[in-house]
């Protein structure tokens, strides 16, 4: 049983533009959530996190929004740049011991 | 940010063979390590809790014969992957907590991971 998804395989954006990668989960008790950043054959990369107890953390380029009522997570990169492109995975935790991830979504930045 | 290291990177056996893996922090001491395993195109599915001095907790559906989990020391933990067979060639990857950074305390370090071909 998915308990996070992501349910857009890849995306494409253009450089310079807005990448918006959306996440999606099914247990209330949640509370905690993260995004990972993946390149090939290499583990992932921590990029930025969330608490329930907020809606939104910013961070230089990244920002992420929690949508608790919808259960619904998204990460905005602004603005795009080619050296973002990677393989982006949301994360979420209850007990902040074990984390389920998404399938991940495939971003490509375009120059 | 904190590094966590994996060895071997990449990995091919025989059908029937055992490999280790192994998983190190190495600029902080983790008493918790995770072990994830990952199919093309899936997520990270989570195998494994080790936990430094203590039996490892394994995931429903992994079989804790197979995969072997060592954490003998606060930097090192190992998953031996015995009797492999090629349904087990994957990526598998490790993760460790630093306690001691309170920014981010959830926050999980991931090695490179290594992948696992069995022939």
């Known amino acids: 049983d998915q308990q996070v998804k992501q349910n857009s395989p890849s995306l494409s954006v253009q450089e310079g533009r807005i990448s918006i990668l959306n996440c999606d989960y099914t247990?209330?008790?949640?509370?905690?959530f993260l995004w990972y950043k993946k390149y090939p054959a290499e583990g992932p990369t921590f990029l930025i996190s969330?608490?329930?107890?907020?809606d939104k953390n910013e961070d230089g380029r990244f920002t992420v929004f929690l949508n608790k009522s919808a259960k619904h997570l998204s990460l905005h990169i602004v603005p795009s740049q080619p050296g973002d492109s990677a393989v982006y995975f949301c994360?979420?935790?209850?007990?902040?011991?074990?984390?389920?991830f998404g399938t991940g979504t495939s971003l490509t930045v375009i120059p | 940010g904190a590094v966590v290291s994996q060895h071997p990177s990449w990995v091919i056996c025989k059908s029937g063979t055992s490999v280790k893996i192994e998983c190190r922090s190495l600029?902080?001491?983790?008493?918790?390590m995770f072990w994830y395993r990952q199919f093309p195109k899936q997520s990270l599915m989570l195998m494994a809790t080790?936990?430094?001095?203590?039996?490892?907790?394994?995931e429903q559906g992994v079989e804790k014969d197979k995969f072997l989990i060592n954490h003998a020391s606060l930097t090192l933990s190992t998953l031996t992957v015995t009797s492999a067979h090629p349904e087990d060639s994957s990526f598998y990857i490790c993760?460790?907590?630093?306690?001691?950074?309170?920014?981010?305390?959830?926050?999980?370090?991931f090695g490179p991971g290594t992948r696992l071909t069995v022939t």
């Open positions: 993760s460790a907590r630093d306690p001691h950074r309170l920014a981010g305390v959830y926050e999980q370090y």
């Open positions: 247990n209330s008790m949640f509370d905690y």
């Open positions: 969330i608490s329930s107890i907020k």
């Open positions: 994360a979420a935790s209850a007990t902040g011991n074990q984390f389920y």
């Open positions: 600029d902080f001491q983790a008493t918790t």
């Open positions: 080790s936990n430094e001095g203590s039996k490892a907790t394994y």
